[in-house]
């Protein structure tokens, strides 16, 4: 891998930047591999780059229907941090969580994470209770994380309307080593790391089918013909259902359209992350200077990558309730993206029916912060065959035992 720094950029304008190399190359599929995984997001990227170097397996291959990071990677509003209530969740958003700290080193790539904080809002009294525990909680397990007075969110967050009558802020939690990341440089970042350890990237190739014999995974049919596999890892978040079906099972897992929008750019004004999950919205500003609104998700389900534009209006007029200013602001663009929820509002990282055939879905609104983590707990269970110790109870046979990691109240947008 040809590796970035200050120097190579100076080294390189002397010859007016025309020596780079391509990020990653594009080869052709390979009869068979020892692993092939399906979704080139973050996580599956992530995952490949993880097994290549930490579980040195050597002929690994991701298959993407589209364009790398072009899923929810590339979607979302690129939110971090690990303040969930349940003490599994905890473990597994808090280990993602600190390997973005580190991220941008690993991967010689700057990913921008900004630990700017971030704010969880409450309107009122049962609120206020739900998120004093769940601050608690954090607290007693090493998740760092604090309660904030109407007064304090005042000071902490200046550019907020604390008093709005009907709305007030009675309070908010803080997660201060919460933040941002660039979102597509994760995708490009972990692509460009795992194809230097050798890994190939099939990028316009669409998984259609699996070779199954006697119930061991062989292979999958793809657009571009079959390819041998050792072992599957899917990570193809919205779409999990559909491959799962393709495999002749069935998951716990409804895929909706989730949606945000950017205003046109302004200098800076708010060096915060803001959420609010009673009124739907929630606002941080990108380093562009576009303000990322996003909010709740459809009511109902579906495949669009685009969603109800109440939702929207919804999310906007929240947003303009706490921060009155912004009303002036014209957008830019919205999207959508389909996101995977599973019953509990947890993840799903398992062994399937199929021997062989992993799964790595149900992160829902939430999965951008977990990447790392997510990806290394993922590669682990492929490599090994056995769980990673923090990823442990987020197997697919907890639906059946009914030890559910009941995050409803931690997702960051109402469901
Ligand atoms: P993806 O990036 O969606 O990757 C899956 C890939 O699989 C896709 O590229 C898809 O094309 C590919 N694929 C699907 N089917 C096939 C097939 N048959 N063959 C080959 N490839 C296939 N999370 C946060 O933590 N913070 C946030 O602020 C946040 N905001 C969000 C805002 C929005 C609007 C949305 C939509 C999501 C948000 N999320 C957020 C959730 C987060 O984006 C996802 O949980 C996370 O990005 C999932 O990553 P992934 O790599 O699993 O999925
Ligand atoms: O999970 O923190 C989150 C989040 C924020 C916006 C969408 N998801």
């Given amino acids: 891998m040809q590796r970035y720094s200050a120097f190579s950029l100076f080294r390189h304008g002397l010859s007016g930047h025309g020596g780079w190399r391509r990020a990653w190359r594009s080869p052709e599929p390979q009869a068979g591999y020892d692993v092939v995984v399906v979704g080139g997001g973050g996580h599956g990227l992530g995952t490949a780059y993880y097994l290549a170097r930490r579980y040195g397996v050597g002929r690994v291959a991701v298959l993407e229907r589209g364009w790398l990071g072009g899923g929810n990677t590339g979607r979302n509003t690129t939110i971090i941090r690990s303040n969930y209530l349940q003490e599994e969740s905890q473990g597994l958003y808090e280990l993602a969580r600190g390997m973005w700290e580190g991220l941008s080193q690993e991967l010689n790539y700057n990913v921008m994470f900004s630990p700017r904080g971030v704010l969880n809002l409450c309107h009122d009294e049962h609120e206020l209770k739900g998120l004093r525990r769940r601050v608690f909680a954090n607290q007693a397990r090493g998740v760092r994380g604090e309660f904030l007075s109407s007064d304090e969110v005042a000071r902490f967050c200046p550019p907020m309307r604390v008093d709005c009558p009907r709305l007030p802020v009675l309070g908010a939690s803080l997660q201060r080593d919460g933040g941002t990341a660039r979102h597509d440089a994760v995708a490009w970042g972990y692509a460009r790391a795992a194809?230097?350890?050798?890994?190939?990237?099939?990028?316009?190739?669409?998984?259609?089918?699996?070779?199954?014999?006697?119930?061991?995974?062989?292979?999958?049919?793809?657009?571009?013909?079959?390819?041998?596999?050792?072992?599957?890892?899917?990570?193809?978040?919205?779409?999990?259902?559909?491959?799962?079906?393709?495999?002749?099972?069935?998951?716990?897992?409804?895929?909706?359209?989730?949606?945000?929008?950017?205003?046109?750019?302004?200098?800076?004004?708010?060096?915060?992350?803001?959420?609010?999950?009673?009124?739907?919205?929630?606002?941080?500003?990108?380093?562009?200077?576009?303000?990322?609104?996003?909010?709740?998700?459809?009511?109902?389900?579906?495949?669009?990558?685009?969603?109800?534009?109440?939702?929207?209006?919804?999310?906007?007029?929240?947003?303009?309730?706490?921060?009155?200013?912004?009303?002036?602001?014209?957008?830019?663009?919205?999207?959508?993206?389909?996101?995977?929820?599973?019953?509990?509002?947890?993840?799903?990282?398992?062994?399937?029916?199929?021997?062989?055939?992993?799964?790595?879905?149900?992160?829902?609104?939430?999965?951008?912060?977990?990447?790392?983590?997510?990806?290394?707990?993922?590669?682990?269970?492929?490599?090994?065959?056995?769980?990673?110790?923090?990823?442990?109870?987020?197997?697919?046979?907890?639906?059946?035992?009914?030890?559910?990691?009941?995050?409803?109240?931690?997702?960051?947008?109402?469901?």
């Fill in 195 to 415: 194809d230097g350890l050798g890994v190939d990237i099939i990028e316009n190739c669409t998984v259609e089918g699996f070779d199954i014999q006697d119930g061991l995974v062989r292979g999958v049919r793809t657009s571009r013909g079959d390819i041998g596999a050792g072992k599957v890892a899917l990570v193809p978040a919205g779409h999990s259902g559909v491959l799962a079906e393709l495999a002749g099972f069935r998951l716990p897992i409804e895929s909706r359209p989730l949606q945000a929008l950017v205003s046109e750019p302004v200098k800076p004004c708010l060096d915060t992350v803001v959420m609010s999950g009673a009124i739907h919205g929630y606002v941080s500003q990108s380093d562009k200077g576009e303000l990322v609104i996003g909010g709740g998700v459809d009511s109902y389900n579906g495949y669009s990558q685009r969603g109800s534009p109440h939702i929207l209006a919804g999310s906007i007029g929240a947003v303009c309730h706490l921060f009155p200013q912004f009303r002036r602001l014209r957008m830019l663009r919205c999207w959508g993206g389909v996101v995977d929820i599973a019953p509990d509002a947890s993840a799903i990282l398992s062994p399937t029916p199929v021997s062989g055939l992993y799964i790595n879905c149900g992160w829902g609104t939430g999965g951008f912060k977990a990447t790392p983590g997510s990806a290394l707990a993922f590669a682990h269970l492929v490599a090994k065959g056995e769980p990673h110790p923090l990823a442990a109870s987020f197997m697919l046979s907890r639906f059946s035992s009914g030890r559910l990691i009941d995050e409803h109240s931690a997702a960051a947008v109402a469901h």
